[in-house]
């Protein structure tokens, strides 16, 4: 019913830049919150960053000021700019979106088949 897709992961150096891409499709009626999350090998998935349509955001400690994260609700699409990469931040970067198919009808979590980032030191 939901899709979304995720695009840009890669191969970076230590201190380089990557801009993660999500865009959601499907049978949307509306999403509350969109939202990067990501899992490296042996580590539970964690939250990186999130924003509401309402444009309020957060980070997760480890990359407060490094990364950004922006949406657009009209393309219900969502992005995360890293900057600064380090090679802790390897992992598999996955998008979700809270959604909603109808009016007053209940939120699920939709997520991404994931996108790899590998930072290299």
């Known amino acids: 019913q939901v899709q979304l897709v995720e695009s840009g992961g890669g191969l970076v150096q230590a201190g380089g830049s990557l801009r993660l891409s999500c865009a959601a499709s499907?049978?949307?009626?509306?999403?509350?919150?969109m939202g990067w999350y990501r899992q490296a090998p042996g580590n539970q998935r964690e939250l990186v960053a999130r924003?509401?349509?309402?444009?309020?955001?957060n980070y997760a400690d480890s990359v407060k000021g490094r990364f950004t994260i922006s949406g657009d609700n009209a393309e219900n699409a969502v992005y995360l700019l890293m900057n600064s990469l380090k090679p802790e931040d390897t992992a598999v970067y996955y998008c979700?979106?809270?959604?909603?198919?109808?009016?007053?009808?209940?939120?699920?979590?939709?997520w991404g088949q994931g996108t790899q980032v590998t930072v290299s030191s």
């Open positions: 499907g049978s949307i009626f509306s999403i509350n919150t």
């Open positions: 924003i509401t349509s309402g444009g309020s955001t």
């Open positions: 979700r979106a809270g959604v909603a198919l109808q009016y007053g009808g209940t939120w699920y979590a939709y």
